[in-house]
T-cell receptor
């Protein structure tokens, strides 16, 4: 069964450093998402991406964050200058949504980001 | 903003018993999805129920949706130790032209004792 993959599984970085989290969505899916989960808290939406542009973003997704689909398979989340509070599990998701036909969002296993 | 809230926060049962988890939300939705998360791991999709559906089954899972009460329930029948995990409901508004990003609840931590 196709699945969303994410690399790395764990990333440790120093405060102020840039990190890039990588995702390979399911191949025929059109919508891509990033969510995050701070330890012990809810899963929170960050951004959705469709047709090579951001379709929606939350207030968490500020100027320090950016997303890119550099090629036909990868989807990346970049945090420009990490802060301690960016430490969280970051989940990528994808779906094959068509308007009027809600579809499941499939999640990757996550990247645990630790900012020291 | 809408918010899914599950109850109970924690549930401990014996293997073979049924487990029921509830979810409430605040605004109108396009669909509601249930996910499972094993400790420190990714989210596994269990079932999606559309706003015009009232009940859905998948194996040992039964989900109901009551849009008048803005609530949903997830029933796991004949539970197994392997069902031990956190269970989350997630709602999607899905207004026209948008998929509807998922809003997650805090989850119910289910423990099934052998």
């Amino acid at each position: 069964e196709p699945e969303v993959t994410q690399t790395p599984s764990h990333q440790v970085t120093q405060m102020g450093q840039e990190v890039i989290l990588r995702c390979v969505p399911i191949s025929n899916h059109l919508y891509f998402y990033w969510y995050r989960q701070i330890l012990g808290q809810k899963v929170e939406f960050l951004v959705s991406f469709y047709n090579n542009e951001i379709s929606e973003k939350s207030e968490i997704f500020d100027d320090q964050f950016s997303v890119e689909r550099p090629d036909g398979s990868n989807f990346t989340l970049k945090i420009r200058s990490t802060k301690l509070e960016d430490s969280a599990m970051y989940f990528c998701a994808s779906s094959d949504w068509r308007e009027g036909n809600p579809d499941t969002q499939y999640f990757g296993p996550g990247t645990r980001l630790t900012v020291l | 903003s809408q918010q899914g809230e599950e109850d109970p926060q924690a549930l401990s049962i014996q293997e073979g018993e049924n487990a029921t988890m509830n979810c409430s939300y605040k605004t109108s939705i396009n669909n509601l999805q249930w996910y499972r998360q094993n400790s420190g791991r990714g989210l596994v999709h269990l079932i999606l129920i559309r706003s015009n559906e009232r009940e859905k089954h998948s194996g040992r899972l039964r989900v109901t949706l009551d849009t008048s009460k803005k609530s949903s329930s997830l029933l796991i029948t004949a539970s197994r130790a392997a069902d031990t995990a956190s269970y989350f409901c997630a709602t999607a508004e899905g207004y026209r032209g948008s998929q509807g990003n998922l809003i997650f609840g805090k989850g119910t931590k289910l423990s099934v004792k052998p």
